[in-house]
Structures are given as C-alpha cells and as structure tokens.
C-alpha cells in the first residue's frame, strides 16, 4: 500500500461533506492505494486525458480508493471517480445526459485499463464511475456493465435507436455487427484484439463529437431523457406540457428550421485517417 494525494500530477481531492459537496471541487486529501494498481490507474489517466480534447485536468475527484469494506476497495484496488475539473470546464458523472460524448469518450479509454467499469446506468452508480482490475479486460455478452456500456455508444455515439437495458439481444448484436463494420473493425466484438479497437477509435469518436457546439435540437433531447426517467405519474404531466409546446405552430416552425451539425460520418472518417 502507498499513501497518494495525485496521480501523474493531477491533484486527487474529495467532495463528500457538508462544506465540500458533491459536484465541487473539494479538498486534497491522502488516499491509501495498492502499488499496482496505482500503476494502472497512471497509465489509464495519461490515455484518457492525453486523447481527451481538454487536455489534462486541474483536479479529479474521488469518491475514494481505499474503504474500510469488503470488495476490491478494502484492498486499495478499486477507484470511485466522482468528476473531472479543468481550468473552464467541469465534467461532473451525474451530468452524464447533458455530457454523454465527453463522459462516453473517458469511459472508452478507461476500460481499455480495468476488467470493470460501472457508469451511470449500472444501478448505484449515477453519481460515480467504479473501475477496478478483477476481472481481464475483454467483452461478454452476459456482462450487464459491459453491455450498458455498449448499448450507451451504440445509441448515444453512434446514433443506432438500440433499447439501453443491459442485457444483449438480436436488436444489440446486429447494431453492434453495422458499427464494426462501419469502423472496419473485425467482428466478433468478444475478440480481445477487436474489442480493444472498438474502444479506442469510439473514445476519439466520441472525444471529437464532444467539441462541437451543442444545438436546441440536442438539449430538447436531452430533456426528453431526462422526462422519460421520471416517476411515471409526474412523466405524463411534463410529457403533455412538453408536446404542447413542441406542437406550437411557431415552435415547430423554429424546430423545422435547424438541423443536427453533428456529421458523425465525417468525424469516423477523420479519426479512421488519423
Ligand atoms: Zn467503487
């Protein structure tokens, strides 16, 4: 065991108390980590962030490395990331629908370092990423994380209208087999060498979708996800006040009027080239 307060010079603070809460930046603090597993986490923060658009943070926040409990924890061998805080742009875990290319994009290289990665739709996990190393890096299609995962690219990355549940069917293998190809990436994804591809060009994809400027029509649906995870008695409240609004005759009007800029194509095809 080591005692670390950064990781390649990144400063690790907590943001769990009254006076430092979620979301913010926190304080520096020491945290007690298993030597290595401190040499992953090095080598998974410096792809991350050596891909990532924004360069390298200011602070990381985790919800903590060593906890007195059962589990990969009680052996400094598992890392709960909260959120990421550059100089002018802050990456908080639980905003993943208002940030899902830029989380999606740090979600790709981190797994191509840790057998296990639980995000934000693997239950517990709204609010923090949970990566650790007991298990090898590869995919399974019983693999609930691995498959929410999957389905979170297929759907949010690539654009495939794929049904994010976890569980791997006819629907996510033929979604998943059109990717492949379109990335010309040898399937079957449970190959190690492939899926490893599959991660890193779908981290630059997505790294690269992160830059472009966020239009009406995205944030209208990113409040649709948000509306469809509502408690349902209040959903179809919000879901009437909503289609009223978008059945307007000048909102349509201004609806009609923009087009999505993300030119996925175009971003494939750079990354492919580069
Ligand atoms: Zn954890």
Same mark, same amino acid.
């Given at each position: 065991m080591k005692a670390i307060n950064s990781i390649n010079n990144i400063p690790l603070h907590y943001a769990r108390l009254v006076n430092h809460p979620y979301g913010t930046r926190g304080e520096q603090r020491q945290f007690s980590i298993d030597s290595n597993f401190l040499k992953v986490l090095e080598s998974a923060f410096d792809e991350v962030f050596t891909n990532c658009p924004l360069g390298v943070p200011e602070v990381v926040t985790t919800a903590g490395i060593f906890v007195n409990k059962p589990g990969q924890h009680g052996h400094g061998?598992? /890392? #709960?990331?909260?959120?990421? /805080?550059? @100089?002018?742009?802050?990456?908080?875990?639980?905003? /993943? $629908?208002?940030?899902? !290319? +830029?989380?999606?994009?740090i979600e790709s290289f981190l797994r191509k370092h840790f057998g296990i990665v639980l995000n934000y739709y693997y239950r517990g996990h709204e609010d923090h990423w949970h990566v650790d190393t007991s298990v090898p %890096? #590869?995919?399974? !299609?019983?693999? =609930?994380?691995?498959?929410?995962?999957?389905?979170?690219?297929?759907?949010?990355?690539?654009? =495939?209208? %794929?049904?994010?549940?976890?569980?791997s069917g006819p629907q996510t293998r033929s979604y998943t087999h059109d %990717?492949?190809?379109?990335?010309? $990436?040898?399937?079957?994804?449970?190959? @190690?060498?492939?899926?490893?591809?599959?991660?890193?060009?779908?981290? @630059? %994809?997505?790294?690269? +979708?992160s830059e472009e400027k966020t239009t009406p029509l995205q944030l209208l649906e990113n409040l649709e996800t948000v509306v469809n995870q509502l408690p349902s008695a209040n959903k179809h409240v919000v879901i009437g006040a909503l289609n009223t609004f978008m059945d307007n005759v000048d909102t349509a009007a201004w609806l009609n009027e923009m087009t999505h800029n993300h030119d996925l194509d175009a971003v494939i095809d750079a990354v492919l080239a580069s």
């Open positions: 061998t598992a /890392f #709960d990331l909260d959120a990421v /805080f550059w @100089k002018d742009h802050t990456l908080v875990s639980k905003n /993943f $629908i208002h940030q899902k !290319e +830029l989380y999606l994009g %890096v #590869d995919y399974h !299609e019983a693999s =609930k994380s691995e498959t929410l995962y999957l389905q979170m690219v297929l759907k949010y990355i690539y654009g =495939k209208p %794929v049904i994010i549940d976890g569980l %990717v492949f190809h379109r990335l010309n $990436i040898s399937t079957p994804i449970t190959t @190690k060498d492939n899926y490893l591809k599959f991660l890193d060009i779908t981290g @630059k %994809v997505a790294y690269k +979708l």
